[in-house]
């Protein structure tokens, strides 16, 4: 089993900047990718960037130049560095992790309880 706490989440005003983090505990795949996800209200949940094995790094298009993944292997915490944020950035951030079986990784087979950000005008 993984672990997934997410933290750093709270209130902002627009342009401003909150960096997320997310601690990962447990059976962690050193194999499989990380990413975060958000669910504003009233929408789906959507994918906001993902970090994979290679350190490769993907991001939507509603966030690109102003979001910015990372992590820290050796603490086992995924980052995401939010600029320019915009009000509709707000949402409930996800941290996910891979699961990793049979040799195959399985996106966002782990989640994190979420963490609330708000950007006002």
């Known amino acids: 089993q993984v672990q997934l706490v997410e933290s750093g989440g709270g209130s902002v005003q627009a342009g401003g900047s909150l960096k997320l983090s997310c601690a990962a505990s447990?059976?962690?795949?050193?194999?499989?990718?990380m990413g975060w996800y958000r669910q504003a209200p009233g929408k789906e949940r959507e994918l906001v960037s993902r970090i994979n094995i290679d350190g490769t790094t993907s991001y939507a298009n509603s966030v690109k130049g102003r979001f910015t993944i990372s992590q820290d292997n050796p603490k086992n915490t995924l980052y995401l560095q939010m600029n320019s944020l915009k009000t509709e950035d707000t949402a409930v951030y996800y941290c996910a992790a891979d699961r990793s079986s049979g040799g195959l990784c399985y996106r966002a087979g782990y989640w994190g309880q979420g963490t609330q950000v708000t950007v006002s005008s």
């Open positions: 447990g059976n962690i795949s050193r194999r499989c990718g």
